[in-house]
C-alpha cells in the first residue's frame, strides 16, 4: 500500500484514526507494524502498558529483540501491563497491528517507577537506516500519530513499516 506511519508512544489512536487506517488498508487482514529502538542508560525494568484489538479478529502483538512478549486482542486481554528487566543499552521494539477490525491501539513504555534504576533514562528512536529502509519501495503517503512526549533533543517516536 505504501503508507508510512510514524506512532508516538502513549498516543492512543481515536476511532477516526483506525478507521481512516482500514480505509487506506482494505477490510480483509490488513497488518500495520511499528518498528523502532529503545535505548536504556542503564539495567533497569521497563513497563510495557499494550491497549487493543477487537473482539472481530484485532490482534496487537508486541515484540521485543525478536521475541513476542505480549500480545492483546479478540480472545485475549485488551488492556493490560507487561514488566521486563532489561540490559542498558538498544532493544529492538515491533509493535504489530492485525486484523480484520483493529479496534482500540496504545502503547505506552516507560521505566517502571518500582522498578531497579528507577531514574535510568529510556528513549524510543527509529535510526536514519532503519528509515531508509521503510521508505526505500517508496511512499504514497505519511501519516503521524500523536507528538511527541520527550524535552530531550531525540524525540521518542517509533517508526514503522506497513504491509498489506
Do not use: C
Not at 19 to 25: E, K, R, W, Y
Not at 90 to 114: M, P, R
Amino acid at each position: 500500500v505504501n503508507l508510512f506511519f510514524t506512532y508516538h508512544p502513549g498516543y492512543k489512536l481515536t476511532r477516526d484514526e483506525i478507521q481512516q487506517l482500514q480505509n487506506n488498508l482494505g477490510k480483509n487482514n490488513a497488518r500495520v507494524e511499528f518498528l523502532g529502538t529503545l535505548s536504556l542508560s542503564a539495567d533497569t525494568e521497563v513497563a510495557f502498558h499494550h491497549l487493543g484489538g477487537s473482539s472481530r479478529g484485532g490482534v496487537h502483538y508486541l515484540y521485543l529483540d525478536g521475541k513476542e512478549i505480549h500480545a492483546v486482542g479478540d480472545d485475549r486481554t485488551k488492556d493490560d501491563t507487561l514488566t521486563l528487566s532489561l540490559g542498558k543499552g538498544d532493544h529492538q521494539l515491533h509493535w504489530k497491528l492485525t486484523g480484520g477490525d483493529f479496534g482500540d491501539a496504545q502503547l505506552e513504555v516507560n521505566v517502571a517507577k518500582s522498578g531497579k534504576n528507577p531514574a535510568a533514562r529510556l528513549d524510543i528512536h527509529a535510526p536514519a537506516d532503519m528509515v531508509a529502509a521503510a521508505r526505500a519501495p517508496g511512499v504514497r503517503q505519511e501519516v503521524e500519530y500523536g507528538a511527541s512526549t520527550q524535552a530531550a533533543p531525540a524525540p521518542a517516536k517509533a517508526t514503522p513499516k506497513s504491509s498489506e
